[in-house]
């Protein structure tokens, strides 16, 4: 598992690598000229946040002869593409994958100029993606005597990547991933958090030397273990600067000193720095937890995200006789979220208000005799106007209600209420409203998905995971109330559960507080449930039973993303798909 940093706020513009799909190309062709070579064989992998979400690989009718060079180097022949698909039925599917996404691809003008050409061969518009080249992003971040070659095939060895080159497509793309990943957890922590800032770094990638204070300074990394974990840099006055983890952390702090670091905000950093810290873990679930828990604790001023570490919203019923929704930063019972800013969890709230029969109104209603006057919103029939008098208090508990249920995970009328208003203006063809209905409806199933999952890992007890090394061994994690409470390894040949039960008796004691999260801060919450639920994770203990609402927003989790994928298509209405029954 890759390692993961705080929600950005709503200040800090770019796009956060962890949301962004890289969708990794590449091609095997008849020869090096896309105006007179074709496409033989497709490799594509979709990866987002670390984890790959989709790949697709097909040999291409060409409708030409191999020439016999090719067929030496691919192993690609004539009569292989015999009944293979002809690229005008292979490119939709490429083009669709694209959309939304960046293309990466090695020495990336290749592949692109392929791709372009055959959308013009066949009349279908190139999306144009943002395009990243490994080639050139490896040549920005490393140093020719560090790696004299950018060869795929060079690079692969010198991370050493468990997926060799070898002139096919799939396995070339699969290589391209390892190779990115290596090369994004080089700049993950050296000021590189959004992909406009990736791109950039791309473009402007003219060799730099190493600073003087650079130089004089790299001997801080010669105790630093390669071990994985976290590092702390801090300054004369022994401030932490700057929080970071990596798998490796010597290479991680080593590359700092190094020409391959040219931000000028990271080498201000390194300028201040007088030492370095470091706490070896486990695994790299365990050094990203330690990371939120240090960045919330020092604030680093060189941690882009470390203004409000760990600071969620959540929308809420206020305490009175007629309850209205609120935006707050401290949950209490009822409230829906977390979200990561205020605008979020406010527009949540608005899409919650078609669907649930709250006050919109801000003032506070008496229980006892209200003499307010009706607003525009009862004349409009949407507001039955309790600040006049003319709802009681028990007719209006019933709205509540719905909005406990809803959170709750005990029921999905609103939202089935919401998509019905989607397909009715769709049928009317007012099909902008109904993509606007659409998103709102999509950021509020979202929301009480999400409440409902990362509340439900925050009610049990402890749970114990066990996460495959990827060398025959086992990463472990005990979790208690939405906290890592301790964290170890099985290494291949040692028997796993006297481990667990070893890190069970000796985990973190956590008491639960009030609200639903128990206390525990929602981004480290959001971090262990991905833990979980990717990766291969194998649940070992769960202290009760680890359920979700049977009638919450979980049935509704495909139809949102698809909705939230259309959302960013220009044009696109509702998904097609039907809606949770």
């Known amino acids: 598992m890759t390692s993961c940093s705080p929600q950005l706020t709503l200040d800090e513009l770019g796009t956060p690598l962890r949301d962004v799909t890289f969708c990794v190309v590449d091609l095997e062709t008849t020869g090096g000229s896309h105006r007179a070579d074709v496409i033989t064989e497709v490799g594509l992998v979709s990866v987002r946040g670390g984890v790959p979400v989709g790949e697709l690989s097909t040999l291409v009718d060409a409708g030409v002869r191999i020439p016999a060079d090719v067929t030496r180097l691919t192993g ?16 939709p599917t490429v083009l669709d994958r694209l959309r939304g996404a960046v293309l990466v691809a090695h020495n990336a003008p290749f592949d692109t100029g392929f791709l372009r050409a055959a959308c013009g061969r066949h009349e279908r518009p190139w999306p144009a993606p943002p395009v990243l080249c490994t080639a050139r992003l490896a040549r920005a971040v490393l140093s020719r005597s560090e790696c004299p070659s950018v060869r795929l095939g060079a690079l692969a060895a010198h991370f050493g990547c468990r997926t060799t080159p070898d002139h096919r497509a799939l396995t070339d793309a699969r290589a391209t991933v390892e190779v990115l990943h290596h090369l994004l957890e080089r700049i993950g922590n050296l000021g590189v958090q959004s992909l406009e800032e990736l791109l950039q770094l791309v473009k402007d990638r003219s060799p730099h030397r190493p600073t003087t204070a650079q130089r004089r300074r790299r001997h801080l990394a010669d105790a630093v273990p390669s071990v994985p974990g976290v590092y702390l840099f801090r300054g004369g006055n022994d401030e932490v600067l700057y929080v970071g983890t990596s798998g490796d952390l010597r290479r991680r702090v080593r590359s700092y000193f190094t020409a391959g670091e040219r931000r000028r905000r990271v080498r201000d950093m390194v300028a201040l720095a007088e030492r370095v810290d470091t706490v070896e873990c486990a695994h790299a679930l365990e050094a990203s937890v330690r990371e939120l828990r240090l960045i919330a604790a020092h604030r680093p001023r060189y941690n882009r995200r470390s203004r409000n570490p760990g600071r969620a919203w959540w929308v809420v019923p206020t305490a009175e006789a007629f309850p209205r929704l609120s935006v707050v930063s401290t949950p209490r019972e009822g ?151 301790a964290a170890g390894c099985a290494p291949r040949g040692t028997r796993p559960m006297p481990v667990v039960e070893s890190l069970r008796a000796g985990a973190q004691t956590v008491l639960p507080e009030p609200g639903p999260l128990r206390g525990a801060p929602a981004e480290e919450v959001r971090l262990l449930y991905r833990w979980l639920t990717e990766g291969g994770t194998r649940l070992v203990y769960s202290t009760p039973s680890w359920a979700e609402p049977a009638h919450g927003a979980g049935p509704w989790r495909a139809w949102s993303e698809r909705a939230h994928e259309a959302g960013h298509r220009t044009g696109e209405h509702a998904p097609d798909e039907a809606r949770p029954a």
């Open 76 to 91: 690609i022949s004539t009569a292989m593409l015999a009944g293979a698909p002809p690229l005008g039925a292979v490119l």
């Open 335 to 485: 409230a829906l979220g977390p979200f990561g800013s205020r605008r979020a969890a406010t527009d949540v709230l608005d899409a919650a208000l078609d669907a649930v029969p709250l006050r919109r109104c801000t003032i506070r209603i008496p229980a006892r005799n209200p003499s307010g006057t009706p607003c525009a919103l009862h004349e409009l029939g949407r507001c039955a106007a309790p600040c006049a008098g003319l709802q009681p208090a028990e007719e209006y508990a019933p709205a509540v209600e719905t909005w406990h249920a809803l959170v709750r995970g005990h029921s999905d009328a609103p939202l089935q209420e919401l998509a019905a208003g989607v397909e009715e203006r769709s049928a009317d063809g007012r099909y902008e409203a109904a993509a606007r209905a659409r998103d709102r409806l999509a950021a509020l199933a979202s929301g009480v998905d999400r409440a409902g999952t990362l509340a439900g890992l925050a009610a049990l007890e402890e749970v114990v995971g066990a996460r495959p090394d990827g060398r025959g061994g086992w990463e472990l994690a005990v979790l208690r109330h939405g906290r890592l409470a």
